[in-house]
C-alpha cells in the first residue's frame, strides 16, 4: 500500500470503511435550479465492513456552484467528512480521484506551502471533523472510482459556461 495522498492502484487494499467522493462541477441537473444556474453535485460512497458482507451508503447532494472543480473536490471530501463522523466511522479510508486534494489531505496541515489557498477552508473543516476518526486519504484513478461514472450519469456534467 502506498503511502497516504498517493495512488492507490486498486480500493481493494484498502482495509475498514471506505468513503469515496466525487462532484460534479457547475451542472444545470439539480433539481430546483432555475434555467442558466449552475450548482455543484455531491456524491459520497460509503461502504462498510459488516459480519462477512457489507453495508453500502450512498448520498446525493448540491451545493452553490465552486469557482474551481478542485474547490468542489474539497467541498465533497468535506462532506464526506461530515457524514463519517456523524455516523462515528472509526479509521475510514477516504478515495478521491483528485491526486491534488488527495496529496494536500494527507498532510494533516492547511499552512503547508504545498496546499493550494484555495481549499484551505474546506480541509481546515475537514481535519477539524475527522481529528479522532484517524482517517486515510488515498486517490484513486477515475476508472476504478465507479461512483464517479454514476455521479456524472446522474448530475449530467457540465463543465462549460
Known amino acids: 500500500i502506498p503511502l497516504p495522498g498517493r495512488t492507490l492502484r486498486s480500493d481493494l487494499l484498502a482495509d475498514g470503511a471506505k ?8 451542472t444545470k441537473k439539480i433539481p430546483g435550479l432555475l434555467q442558466g444556474q449552475v450548482g455543484t453535485g455531491v ?3 460509503i461502504s462498510l465492513p459488516s459480519n462477512g458482507g457489507e453495508i453500502n451508503v450512498q448520498v446525493q447532494a448540491s451545493a452553490p456552484p465552486t469557482s474551481t472543480p478542485l474547490q468542489a473536490e474539497a467541498l465533497a471530501l468535506n462532506f464526506a467528512a461530515y457524514l ?20 494536500a489531505a494527507a498532510l494533516g ?10 481549499i484551505r477552508k474546506s480541509l481546515a473543516s475537514f481535519f ?27 448530475f449530467a456534467v457540465s463543465t462549460g459556461p
Open 43 to 45: 456524491g459520497i460512497f
Open 109 to 118: 496541515n492547511v499552512s503547508t506551502s504545498e496546499t493550494p489557498w484555495s
Open 128 to 154: 477539524k471533523t475527522t481529528y479522532q476518526l484517524q482517517p486515510k486519504v488515498f486517490h484513486i484513478s477515475r476508472e476504478i472510482n465507479g461512483f464517479s461514472s454514476w455521479l456524472q450519469m446522474y
Open 84 to 103: 463519517a463522523s456523524q455516523l462515528n466511522i472509526a479509521q475510514p479510508t477516504f478515495l478521491t480521484d483528485c491526486l491534488v486534494l488527495a496529496g
Open 19 to 26: 468513503i469515496y467522493s466525487d462532484t460534479s462541477f457547475r
